[in-house]
Each structure stands twice: as structure tokens, then as C-alpha cells.
């Protein structure tokens, strides 16, 4: 049986800075909404991505796809799911699923999906750091 | 021979604030650069958008991808080609190029696509309005 | 003695996606934290912001100012400690401080306030409902 | 009699993407605005303000103040009209008024100023290079 991909769970409310004139969230704030996910997947697997930053190793997304299922509201409360989907010695892939919570319920209101490559500070691509490769590994 | 679909091209400067820590622009921004593009491709074959609004219809993004080829950095002149893919009913697909231009030369980006719907206040898919379909169909 | 002002305080983690290329927290992202501290406020104090919007009430900043004493970086644990300073019949002030926390230390990052004043959906000045007057007031 | 400060005019499209839900510009997106106006004069008085950063000096905002007098809306014509107040040998002042352009008609929605002190990348404050202070003065 395959080991499961590491996942974890953050939940936070939209902000009003959020929305746009349609009285929905824009569409382009899901991102950071992933990014939000992905930062605490790596803390949880690893340490804080700032470390890695710090380390002079940088995540750059070079993909991205969102599916929009239902739209989320002003203090609706968030929850990203994130899963690591793939560690390359170069990359990593997440997924995300994004949903509304309400109480006992949740609402799926976006899927997504971004490659990530590792590259130094002058953007060339490097390879992960083995300890971060491990750590994100050692999880599978 | 089919015909060409619709494309413009609009141009702006990358703003500060835009950036990111990496010290190029941050990866969720181009979906509001793709934004302007469409914004200004609609404005050229039919009105501006906010007109469409202001019958009622408004045009969710349903489904998006980006892929990033170059990054971006604070005060490139940026270049967004938009073209209209695809007109149906209810909704309609654009896609784009983001460009960097250096005088006579350009250097590509960034390459995206968006699934639009067209909806009521509501949030309900209605049709598009037959007069902006043909505006959108007429120069295909 | 006078009645204390009502006060909260909120804290969430500095997102990598408010970062500019300075690698540190742009300044304009000082004003959704506000809004979350604001929001956090009223909550407590009344019920969501959101259902004043719901009563066709809404809040518009007049006026805001910003001291800006030390940069936030990302995935610093920021603290907003929002107080509201006035009530008047169509219109409210807050006061905000803004706190890095390293575990039992902070630091003073930046001070705000913001006037807001209460209007209709057609953008005209009116009277906050006197439940909402009276929840914001029962506090001082 | 005292010479004029300098002064300059940029003008854009407010984008969708910088709406919220109450159907006009949020407002903490006019501080970027502001940006792109004092971006603006910088180039005009000297070079890019990128070139700036790229000697090390970095300019930071330690104080901001802004009026909002009528709101801007989706696809409004925005002119940032912005002077150049103060210049000292660590820090700069600009003050910015914010129209919206109808035609011949202009309508004032806001007006700001912000406080600017030079800084390295350490953030320890630095004088401004002399050729810097001469080009922003010579035109005062």
C-alpha cells in the first residue's frame, strides 16, 4: 500500500481587502490562499520556508491551476487543505482544496495546483538541500 | 481559411507593489494583468465591462492556469497580449501572453488562460446578451 | 474616572504574498490589517461587520494615518491591537497598534487610526442603527 | 520669490481587481497609487528609482496620510497629480492629489502625503547620493 502524501489543514477568515466589486473574493487571492497552506505544510514538515529563504534556496512557482467550484464571502471561514503531491531534487507540487466552513460543515469552493523550483538568490535552478529533501520524503 | 479570433495588446509598467521578497513580481499578479488585457479587449469590440455589469451580467473566472517562463521585475514595461479563444452562451475563454519589452525586443513571461462564466447578481449562468455575442463573434 | 475605551487585540502570521522587493512588509498592507483588527472589534463588541452590510449600512474610511516605527518581515507573528476611540452617530474612529510578538517580547512596528463614516448603498451619510450605536457605546 | 516644487501628472484605469465589496476602490490601494506617482516623478527629475535601489539606497516610508473626499470606481480615469514637498539630505516628502478624470471635468477624490527616509538594505539610515539631491532640488 503507497504511504500517504503529507497533507495538513490551516483555517483563517476572508478579509474584506479581499473582495471585489462582484461581492465575491477575486479570484487572484486564492494564491496567496495556497501560499498560505504550502507555508505551513513545509513548517510542519520542515522548519519555516523563511529558513530555507535564509539558506538562499527560493521557491519560485512556475505553474499554477485553479478550478473556481462556488464562491467564498467576507468572513466566510477558510480552510486550505494542502498536499504535497511530488518532492523532485529540483521541485516540489502541491495541491490544495480550499473550502468554506460552516460549523460542522464544509463547502468545496476551489481545487489548485502549483509546481514549485528550487533556484539560488540569481534565479538558477539548485537542487533542495538533502535535509529538506528528507524531511519533505520522510513524510511520504 | 478560419478566421482570426480577436487580440489587443495593452501595455503598463510593473508597480512596486507588486514585488515580492524574491525581487521580482509576485506570481498571484498576473492575474490581474491578464484582467487588464481582457478588460481592454472587451472595451474594443463591444463597451467597457463595467457596462456589461450595469445590465447585470458580470463574468466570473471559473478556471485559470499560468505558467511562468521568465520573471517579471519592478518598472519592466510589460506587454499583455489577450486573445478571445473561444465565445459560447454563457461564458467565454481568453487567453494571454505577458511580455517584457526592452525597446525593439520582448522577452516572454509569462503564458495563462482563463474560463470566464457569465452570471446574474445572483450568481445564477445566464446567456450573454445576444448583442454583445455578436460583438464578441463579429471579429472572428 | 473615565470608562476605558473598548479594545481587542488579534494576531495571524505576516503572508509572503504582502512582502516587496525592500524583504520586508509593504506599507500598504499596514491598512488590511487594520481591517482586521476592526473587524475582530466590532465582533466582539456587536456582531460581523458583515451584517451591518447586510442592513444596508456601511463603513467607509474618511481618513487614515499611518506611523511606520520598525518593518514587519514575513511569517513574523504580528499582534493588532485595535481600540475604538470615538462613537458618533454617523461615524467611528479607531486607533491601531501594531506589535511584532517574539514570544514574550513584542515590538512596536507601526500606529494607526482610521475615521470611517456610515453611509447607504447609494454612498449617502446616515445614522448608525441604535443597536449597533448602543452595543459600540455600552462598552466605553 | 520661492521657486515651485516639482510637480508631476500620470494618469491609468482603476483596475477591477482593486474594487471591493462596497463597489469602489478599496481604500488602501491608493497608497500604490501614490507610488506610481512619486515612481513617476523620481524618473522625471532624475532616472528610475530602480536605479536608486541598485546603488543601495532604498527609499521607506515612515509616514503616511491620506483623505478620502468621493470614491473612485472600476475603470474610472485616475490622474495622480504629485509634488515633491520637501527634499533633506535622509528623507523626502511628496504629497499627492488623486482625481478622477471625466473629459474636460476633473472631480478631487483624494489627496495624501507620505514622509520617506533613505535607508541601505540593513535599514540603517543613509544619506541621499548628492547627484540625487541636486537633480531632486534643481528643480525646486
Given at each position: 500500500m503507497p504511504p500517504q502524501p503529507p497533507t495538513c489543514s490551516v483555517e483563517f477568515r476572508a478579509r474584506y481587502?479581499?473582495?471585489d466589486q462582484m461581492g465575491i473574493?477575486?479570484?487572484?487571492?486564492y494564491l496567496p490562499w495556497c501560499e498560505i497552506g504550502r507555508t505551513d505544510l513545509i513548517r510542519r514538515l520542515w522548519r519555516s520556508y523563511a529558513d530555507l529563504e535564509a539558506r538562499g534556496v527560493l521557491l519560485a512557482v512556475t505553474e499554477a491551476t485553479l478550478r473556481y467550484h462556488a464562491s467564498a464571502k467576507y468572513d466566510d471561514l477558510i480552510r486550505v487543505v494542502t498536499t504535497l503531491e511530488q518532492v523532485r531534487s529540483r521541485g516540489v507540487v502541491f495541491t490544495y482544496e480550499i473550502l468554506r466552513v460552516d460549523g460542522e460543515a464544509t463547502k468545496r469552493l476551489a481545487t489548485a495546483r502549483t509546481e514549485l523550483i528550487s533556484i539560488d538568490r540569481g534565479g538558477t535552478p539548485v537542487r533542495l538541500p538533502p535535509e529538506v529533501m528528507a524531511a519533505f520524503r520522510g513524510s511520504e
Open positions: 481587502a479581499e473582495t473574493i477575486y479570484h487572484a487571492n
